[in-house]
């Protein structure tokens, strides 16, 4: 089992800024692939960044056009999200989401953001 805690959402105006965290806990040294998702009202949940342990990789959803960066503390069991040039459109709850090796898949409570006009 993985658990995991996001922090770091909030109130922002758009073109402004962001940092998520999400903190793991439990069996850490399985986690294999690590991704944010988001899930705007009335929408389903989309994929948006992923890294993957030992590993510098990382793939982002064409629509942030280079506006995000997912990184990791693999030290500290901690994986983030920057966010620059926010747009009322990037509102939501952001979920952090850690596949093991073997496929077991966790998912955080998520941590809300929103975009202001």
């Known amino acids: 089992q993985v658990q995991l805690v996001e922090s770091g959402g909030g109130l922002v105006q758009t073109g402004g800024s962001l940092r998520l965290s999400c903190a793991a806990s439990g069996r850490t040294f399985q986690m294999y692939a690590m991704s944010w998702f988001r899930q705007a009202p009335g929408q389903e949940r989309e994929f948006v960044a992923r890294?993957?342990?030992?590993?510098?990789?990382?793939t982002y959803a064409d629509f942030l056009k280079g506006r995000f960066t997912i990184s990791k503390d693999m030290t500290k069991n901690m994986l983030y999200l920057q966010m620059t040039s926010l747009e009322p459109e990037d509102t939501g709850v952001y979920y952090c989401n850690v596949v093991q090796y073997g496929g077991s898949e966790f998912w955080g409570q998520g941590t809300q953001v929103t975009v202001s006009s």
């Open positions: 890294t993957w342990r030992g590993s510098d990789a990382t």
